[in-house]
């Protein structure tokens, strides 16, 4: 008996646009394409196993928003961190993110706070570990659980394109994010206002982590220019 092609459908090119996106999404929020990356359209497609046009075509994307660099010979770059263009994005991603952290207080349920511990507690055990980018993924989802509770869509998607353009500069963290000191209590902080519904303490902790980790990536890109 013949095969009957008819019966399959042939996967959208829109899902794979979206499978794309969600794989640089992924690689820059976590730190695995530093500043200067270049990103060759014909490369991506045969590292993600699709043809060029979906490739290219969220590439396209990326660049019409401003996260990444069009370039001659169809290619794309990660821009350059500066510190003028790290403290920009350090300030405003403490007001949105501050926001998300008062409105989600709020509008948190008690289910929502025990899934956060818990997404807390794993991203504290791989913070000492040797893989970095396990450990900021983690970082991402809880924080994301928190921003999600908001209930704000709109500051959710703003949000995500300051964690675009910052995630970048993960990279030049050491391996372990935990090695050295102590670790920092704003997640702590963080949840004990939740369950205060104190929207002010959840604000300053969120805040207060941003600061951590944007002072590191600081310190770590000051090193590199001295260098």
Avoid: C
């Avoid at 646009?17 to 200067?36: F, K, M, N, W, Y």
């Avoid at 994307?61 to 510190?83: K, N, Q, Y």
């Avoid at 403290?87 to 509008?107: D, F, P, S, T, Y």
């Avoid at 206002?193 to 303490?201: M, P, Q, V």
């Amino acid at each position: 008996m013949a095969l009957d092609f008819e019966a399959f459908e042939q996967v959208p090119r829109r899902s794979l646009v979206s499978h794309v996106e969600a794989q640089i999404r992924d690689a820059l929020v976590e730190g695995r394409l530093a500043p200067g990356t270049r990103l060759v359209t014909k490369e991506l497609a045969d590292r993600l196993g699709t043809s060029i046009t979906p490739a290219r075509e969220a590439l396209v994307r990326f660049a019409a928003s401003g996260i990444l660099a069009a370039e001659p010979a169809s290619s794309f770059r990660v821009p350059e961190l500066t510190e003028e263009r790290h403290e920009e994005i350090r300030l405003i991603r403490k007001r949105v993110e501050g926001l998300a952290a008062e409105m989600a207080a709020q509008r948190i349920t008690g289910e929502g706070i025990a899934r956060l511990e818990t997404q807390i507690a794993a991203y504290t055990d791989l913070r000492h570990g040797p893989d970095l980018h396990a450990a900021l993924k983690a970082n991402k989802e809880l924080r994301f659980a928190l921003y999600r509770a908001a209930e704000m869509p709109t500051l959710l998607q703003v949000i995500e394109t300051l964690w675009l353009r910052a995630g970048p500069g993960f990279a030049y963290l050491p391996r372990s994010i935990g090695s050295a000191g102590e670790d920092h209590q704003n997640y702590t902080h963080l949840v004990q206002a939740l369950r205060a519904r104190d929207s002010l303490a959840a604000s300053s902790a969120i805040m207060r982590a941003i600061d951590d980790g944007a002072d590191q990536v600081l310190f770590a890109l000051r090193r590199r220019q001295e260098a």
